[in-house]
């Protein structure tokens, strides 16, 4: 069994969770805290340092942080990078945090990844090397997304409340979890209140409604998955992947089975089932990068120790 400790971290747009792991796999510590989009304003620094110092990890072996918008704006990674350095002892990397996503999901495989979260985007790696595709943002991508959905769960309760479109159901469970009259709602959508977190929520509730038949949500969750499919399809192709590409999914979005069902009929083959969550893939990544040997084993028992804790079995152990 290796020594020391390794740290993994997966921020997304509305929620971060790090964690500390033994030589073995073992996951000793774990604390979360909100999302650290860093264009959503300067908290997330001190966010970072307030989840890290809860964590109380002390020296590393090594560190991977899977970390919003993390090399596609460069001043960001930059000073995520910089940050991150001041803030732990010992070797970090910090990347996007859907690298760490994809390894977990993949256990280190290649594949594809299709996310769909906050935002949305396929990882793949292959023959021809790894590469994205998607993850535009929300102003100019981010299809098949929980913001996305949620806005077009908005657009059509407004048509529905116009009468240009039958979505009874969605727009009362819109109006509901918004906690909003109809003659609310623009004064809502205008104000600091529609920030990108809570239009993102709102897709949940269409994910319910598709579940449970609704035609209106069905028909957001199809469009949804078209997208998405097709961002796992072009990234394949890209990374050299041919015939059935193994892939599979990660973020909230997919726990509507009716989305995970489209998603797989337009990826023309049934999904890997992720092997380790996003955090889990940080860990990962950071126990190579510690250079320790990585087994089956000590996957196994990394996604073991992932789900003790998601089942509030687990106590926090001593390292």
Do not use: Y
């Amino acid at each position: 069994m290796a020594g020391g400790l390794v740290m993994g971290l997966d921020a997304g747009g509305t929620k971060t969770v790090a964690a500390l792991a033994d030589g073995s796999g073992r996951i000793l510590r774990q604390e979360t805290g909100p999302g650290l989009d860093p264009t959503a304003g300067a908290d997330w620094r001190a966010a970072l340092g307030d989840i890290l110092t809860r964590l109380n990890a002390g020296p590393v072996s090594a560190a991977v942080l899977g970390m919003p918008f993390h090399g596609e704006i460069a001043a960001v990674s930059a000073d995520q990078t910089a940050l991150a350095a001041r803030l732990i002892d010992g070797p970090v990397q910090v990347m996007n945090d859907v690298a760490v996503a994809f390894a977990g999901a993949l256990g280190g495989a290649d594949g594809v990844l299709v996310l769909s979260g906050t935002g949305s985007m396929a990882w793949a790696r292959g023959p021809a090397g790894e590469v994205r595709v998607g993850g535009w943002g929300p102003l100019i991508g981010d299809e098949g997304s929980a913001h996305d959905l949620g806005r077009a769960a908005l657009r059509l309760t407004c048509q529905h409340l116009d009468g240009r479109a039958d979505a009874a159901g969605l727009a009362g469970a819109v109006l509901a979890h918004l906690g909003l009259g109809e003659a609310d709602l623009i004064g809502w959508a205008s104000g600091p209140g529609a920030t990108r977190e809570q239009v993102a929520a709102l897709a949940a509730e269409a994910g319910r409604l598709a579940d449970a038949g609704d035609a209106a949500a069905l028909g957001l969750m199809q469009d949804a998955a078209r997208h998405l499919a097709r961002l796992g399809r072009t990234a394949a192709r890209r990374a050299g992947l041919t015939g059935a590409a193994t892939w599979s999914h990660a973020g909230g979005m997919f726990g509507s089975a009716a989305l995970l069902r489209l998603v797989t009929d337009g990826m023309a083959v049934v999904p890997s089932l992720p092997r380790l969550s996003p955090l889990g893939g940080a860990l990962l990544m950071a126990a190579r990068r510690a250079g320790w040997v990585v087994t089956r084993d000590w996957i196994a028992n990394l996604a073991g120790s992932e789900r003790a804790i998601a089942g509030g079995q687990m106590k926090e152990a001593t390292p």
